[in-house]
Nanobody, 123 residues
Framework: QVQLVESGGGLVQAGGSLRLSCAAS????????MGWFRQVPGKEREFVAA????????YYADSMKGRFTISRDNAKNTVYLQMNSLKPEDTAVYYC????????????????WGQGTQVTVSS
């Protein structure tokens, strides 16, 4: 497994931007599909985006398309989530996760998780 640490969360006004980072330990980072998820209290963890091991293929939840961009830098063992045009409903704890194999949106398919970073969007 890989150890993951998210950073970059915070408080932002509606319409603003944030970039989340997820740093991974280990020398096998490039073997993993990486995903971002989010969760609010009382709700299930929600898929946000995923990126292939090479970074060449990305996959987004419909509500994030055009606003969020996932990317990775395998030389830095880091995956990013650029979030633009943020809305109050984007407020959540954001988690990065890793898995081997193909890109999927089900959180149950991911093996490693970070501790999460809070994103709060004020109206």
């Amino acid at each position: 497994q890989v150890q993951l640490v998210e950073s970059g969360g915070g408080l932002v006004q509606a319409g603003g931007s944030l970039r989340l980072s997820c740093a991974a330990s280990g020398r096998t980072f490039s073997r993993y599909v990486m995903g971002w998820f989010r969760q609010v209290p009382g709700k299930e963890r929600e898929f946000v985006a995923a990126v292939s091991w090479s970074g060449g293929t990305t996959y987004y939840a419909d509500s994030m398309k055009g606003r969020f961009t996932i990317s990775r830098d395998n030389a830095k063992n880091t995956v990013y989530l650029q979030m633009n045009s943020l809305k109050p409903e984007d407020t959540a704890v954001y988690y990065c996760a890793a898995k081997t194999g193909g890109m999927v949106r089900s959180p149950g398919e991911y093996n490693s998780w970070g501790q999460g970073t809070q994103v709060t969007v004020s109206s």
